[in-house]
C-alpha cells in the first residue's frame, strides 16, 4: 500500500467517524518504511483536521511499519495486541490512543 493510499484509509475512517473523541486533541501516525510517511490529524473545537505532514508536540504519537498498518486497519491485526507486542509504538497520552483507536475502528 504506497502512502497516498495509506492516507487515504486514515482519512476516510477519521472523517467519517462521529463518534470522536469528546475533547479536543492532536495525533501523528509515523508510518516506517520505504512506503511510510507521517499523518497529522486533530479535533478542535468539533472540527476534524488531517494533512500529511509532521508536527512536534502531538498528544499522542504512533509508530508502525508499513505492513503493520495495513494488517491493522484491515483488521487481521488487533490494535491492543500490537501495542503490547511493540508491533505499535505509542508515546504521550495513551489512553488517547485507545480512544483513537476505538474511533478509527
Given at each position: 500500500m504506497s502512502f497516498d493510499e495509506q492516507y487515504k484509509v486514515i482519512e476516510d475512517k477519521f472523517m467519517e467517524n462521529n463518534t470522536a473523541v469528546s475533547r479536543n486533541y492532536t495525533a501523528q501516525f509515523h508510518i516506517t518504511g520505504k512506503d511510510g510517511g507521517d499523518i497529522f490529524f486533530s479535533y478542535m473545537n468539533g472540527h476534524k483536521f488531517i494533512e500529511p505532514v509532521r508536527h512536534n508536540g502531538a498528544?499522542?504519537?504512533?509508530?508502525?511499519?508499513?505492513?503493520?498498518?495495513?494488517e491493522f486497519m484491515s483488521g487481521r491485526l488487533d490494535g491492543f495486541k500490537a501495542f503490547t507486542t511493540g508491533k505499535i509504538k505509542a508515546t504521550?497520552?495513551?489512553?488517547?490512543?485507545?480512544?483513537?483507536?476505538?474511533s478509527l475502528r
Open positions: 498528544d499522542i504519537n504512533i509508530t508502525m511499519t508499513s505492513d503493520t498498518f495495513e504521550g497520552n495513551v489512553m488517547l490512543a485507545l480512544s483513537i483507536y476505538n
